[in-house]
Antibody, heavy 120, light 107 residues
């Protein structure tokens, strides 16, 4: 079955960086890419960007450009999301989601989420 | 960016009720609209794509309709497992954007 397994919770200080991993299994990793979405405590969903797992192309919203980098390792079927210059309002659960089955822009299968806490 | 607005933000209903949630886009998105269900402490789950197509494994009591700028998610007969928060998402253009969510509560 399709599974996305993310790395564990992180606690970071303001100004630091965090790198979250997302290991996929149960489908062809190079189809449809991986999206990253975050959810601040008690808040809604916010799309952070997409990476093609076929050729590494990325699409980031303006809000995160220059501060986020998404990469993949096709040898281990793992996607990564690095967020730099962390602030307290980056405290959130970060999710990876695959577009497998329905297309790159649909979030068909989700990881379990990674809580990133930014606190001094 | 395309803004997505959901209403209501909270909905109180009883088991067996028929409920509807509205999602409006700030510009036309044709039928490039998805709905997700999220329960507390869990990742969202895709329910509907292309405005009215049911995702694999999703109960037929969920249905979607609409096109252009106005969309509706309907639950035909609310079940205990349906009490959750629902989000719409447009995928017409990047950046992908979500509505603010509708929490369906027990009345």
């Amino acid at each position: 079955q399709v599974q996305l397994v993310q790395s564990g919770a992180e606690v970071k200080k303001p100004g630091a960086s965090v790198k979250v991993s997302c290991k996929a299994s149960g489908y062809s990793f190079t189809t449809h890419g991986i999206n990253w979405v975050r959810q601040a405590p008690g808040q809604g969903l916010e799309w952070m960007g997409w990476i093609s797992t076929y050729n590494g192309d990325t699409n980031y919203p303006q809000k995160f450009q220059g501060r986020v980098t998404m990469t993949t390792d096709t040898s281990t079927n793992t996607a990564y999301m690095e967020l730099r210059s962390l602030r307290s309002d980056d405290t959130a659960v970060y999710y990876c989601a695959s577009g497998y089955l329905y297309g790159a822009r649909l979030l068909s299968f989700w990881g379990q989420g990674t809580l990133v806490t930014v606190s001094s | 960016d395309i803004q997505m607005t959901q209403s209501p933000s909270t909905l109180s209903a009883s088991v067996g009720d028929r409920v509807s949630i509205t999602c409006r886009a700030s510009q036309s998105i044709s039928t490039w609209l998805a709905w997700y269900q999220q329960k507390p402490g869990q990742a969202p789950n895709l329910l509907i794509y292309k405005a009215s197509s049911l995702a694999s494994g999703v109960s037929s009591r969920f249905s979607g309709s609409g096109s252009g700028t106005e969309f509706t998610l309907t639950i035909s007969s609310l079940q205990p497992d349906d009490f959750a928060t629902y989000y719409c998402q447009q995928y017409s253009t990047y950046p992908l954007t979500f509505g603010g969510g509708t929490k369906v509560e027990i009345k």
